[in-house]
């Protein structure tokens, strides 16, 4: 079994909602076996009014990467997910694979370890929370170590 840790994210709509429906459906994949508690935090990457509600869980599946990343878009495009356009933008629901075990991967559908995780404190504070041992597998750090140097300066609220 792979130990996969998926990033959900909403700003739209009934953001506890989304997050309880994308949970349920991503079940269906495995066992999920954590789950973070809920954070809200501003847009990052662009400007938005609406606050962004962010979830960390860690999942074990045998399903392969990229039918997992297929099936996760899927799941986002079920939830209401529209991709209009390339870059940030408001959405219902987002997903996000982490890490898959101590994966190195780089395809066009899915680079592991997320390329841009470590840049992230709404990331990293319900990762941390979820599996405070992990190690990032491309930089050689803890999570504890990538929050000492996050460049994002937003606290995020721990929502429950």
Excluded at 64 to 92: I, S, T
Aim: net charge negative; with cysteine.
């Amino acid at each position: 079994m792979k130990e996969v840790l998926i990033l959900l994210g909403t700003n739209l709509g009934d953001k506890h909602e989304n997050l309880a429906k994308a949970i349920e459906s991503i079940g269906r994949f495995g066992k999920i076996h954590r789950t973070s508690a809920r954070y809200e935090s501003p847009a990052w990457g662009y400007e938005s009014t609406a606050s962004y509600f962010n979830q960390v869980l860690l999942l074990h599946t045998a399903i392969e990467p990229e039918v997992l990343m297929q099936g996760l878009l899927a799941v986002e495009q079920e939830l209401g997910r529209e991709r209009l356009a390339e870059g940030y933008a408001d959405r219902l629901i987002d997903i996000d694979i982490l890490s898959i075990d101590a994966m190195l991967q780089q395809t066009a559908l899915l680079e592991l370890p997320h390329p841009r995780m470590h840049l992230r404190r709404f990331t990293l504070l319900p990762l941390q929370e979820v599996h405070p041992e992990w190690m990032h597998p491309r930089l050689n750090k803890s999570i504890t170590a990538l929050l000492e140097v996050c460049p994002d300066t937003a606290v995020p609220s721990k929502l429950s």
